[in-house]
């Protein structure tokens, strides 16, 4: 007699299994706690998987944002809302622009106030991600910094960016680019400085 019958015989004794039950009906009783601890230990392992992106996607994704940075850089209105669908949405600290002419527009205006130079938009390491199954949309998030120079001297500035890019025919668009400006931290008060010897 095999270990597992001896098994299976001391579990029909001991929790009084009528002897009409089939061996195969307590051998699968057997193995559902063995099943269950299998999935207890397979779950965190699938929780730790990292998002590793489509390399072709991310080439996409970042020759996008290059040929971006590219128009910043050159200070070109027209090319800048190339990138964007006819649709899209520019949300930036200023607020929301609608639309590709509008995102011209109002790059147009903003150049002739300010220059940009020194643009950088890096693409995080886990992006892009699909959205929908299919391949036709993604989002994507990372970092910029830029130099602008203006009437009273130039300042660098830097954040983060997330957008929605839409696949139109062989390229991608950009549907949706939301920007922020972080914040240089705060200057450290020196310990003679208070409101009251200001």
Known sequence: MSNFDTLVGFITDEFQVPKTCHKKTVKTLLLLPLIGLAIGFALPTFGQQTNNPDLKLRER??????ALTD???????????????????????????????????????????VQSSNNLITVDEDSPHALGTAGNELWATGKWSQTLKGQTGSTEVKGTWSSIDNREGDDWKIQMLTT??????????????????Q
């Open 180 to 197: 922020n400006v972080t914040s240089a931290p705060a200057a450290t008060p020196s310990p003679r400085a208070s409101p009251s010897n």
């Open 61 to 66: 994704v970042v020759s996008r944002f290059k």
């Open 71 to 113: 128009a910043l850089d050159k200070n070109d209105a027209a090319a800048m809302a190339a990138c964007f669908t006819e649709d899209a949405a520019l949300i930036t600290h200023y607020g929301r622009l609608g639309g590709r002419q509008a995102i011209e527009q109002w790059y147009a205006e903003l150049f002739k106030e």
